[in-house]
């Protein structure tokens, strides 16, 4: 087990800050620095192999215990995507960026399950030096995107966790492809390049764009009524428990035999309501794959 009381960095955080300036102002490159990038990344590299590790070992449990089946993705960002976002964010230093490295972790996720796995992974990595932070992108979307983030601290490094839904994932995976061809800015509030250009019959980038936004919108409604709809049935369930065992005496008086047929009704109905969600979700989830085909085959004039 690797020391978490001492950093992987191969310099000191105000060096790497100071690397990070220069590579922002983007003037040529110093040999130098350029080597020095390697190693910082190489120590991310391998922090992020030894976190993917205990991630999986999160979701096997995660899995075994009833959750669904989960796939893990991880990458360090290259030299070009941290001068970007150094260029982009001004006043970014690069020991305060807390995604060079990342993990991706998708599945058909509820809500609910969302903040149980979290959870688990903040408790998997409490033994930092510095505890995990939970970043909930789905309440605070960033030009659209919603998922749940975790940034946990190994080694002292930053390593960003984003645990997302089918559906959450199918619409970032979707931004990413029109990024590539309509201009990465997309991705962070910007308008396509040539906003007026059609991007399918009657419809411009810039309408197409608008619509998606929506669509996050209704994914996140759609995920909070479940979550609700879920907590209701959980007290329901716990009311009609404590109505059964009660004493037989009390147990025949007509009003509670009401109060049972009602918690009946009720439950009853919540299923309905969330048999259409899962049909909707789906639409969602397949009219999202249908435009990410569309992209992929678009091209930039």
């Not at 197409?208 to 929506?214: A, G, P, T, Y």
Request: glycine letters at 6%; a negative charge; one cysteine or more.
């Amino acid at each position: 087990m690797p020391d978490e009381t001492k950093s992987a960095l191969p310099c000191s955080r105000s060096a790497l800050d100071q690397l990070g300036h220069r590579l922002a102002i983007g003037e040529e490159d110093d040999p130098r620095d350029l080597e020095l990038l390697r190693s910082v990344l190489a120590a991310y590299d391998d922090v992020l192999a030894q976190t993917e590790e205990r991630i999986r070992s999160v979701l096997d449990g995660f899995t075994s215990s009833g959750g669904p089946a989960l796939g893990l993705t991880t990458r360090v960002k290259t030299t070009g995507t941290i001068r970007e976002k150094l260029q982009r964010e001004h006043g970014m230093g690069l020991k305060g960026m807390q995604d060079v490295a990342g993990v991706r972790v998708t599945g058909a996720l509820s809500r609910r399950q969302q903040n149980e796995l979290a959870a688990a992974i903040q408790q998997e990595f409490s033994d930092a030096a510095k505890a995990p932070r939970l970043s909930d992108r789905r309440v605070h979307p960033s030009a659209g995107y919603r998922a749940l983030h975790v940034i946990v601290f190994p080694r002292h490094l930053p390593v960003e966790v984003q645990i997302r839904t089918v559906e959450q994932d199918a619409w970032a995976q979707l931004i990413e492809k029109l990024g590539d061809v309509w201009g990465r800015g997309i991705r962070y509030g910007e308008q396509p390049t040539n906003t007026e250009q059609e991007a399918l019959r009657d419809m411009s980038r810039g309408d197409l764009l608008e619509i998606l936004m929506r669509f996050s919108d209704g994914i996140e409604d759609l995920s909070v009524s479940e979550f609700e709809d879920e907590e209701l049935a959980d007290r329901l369930a716990d009311h009609q428990r404590r109505l059964t065992n009660v004493d037989d005496e009390l147990g025949k008086n007509m009003e509670d035999r009401d109060t049972m047929n009602e918690i009946e009704a009720i439950t009853a109905d919540i299923a309905v309501r969330m048999a259409k969600r899962d049909q909707m979700r789906q639409e969602t989830q397949e009219l999202l794959e249908r435009l990410a085909r569309l992209a992929a085959g678009w091209e930039t004039e």
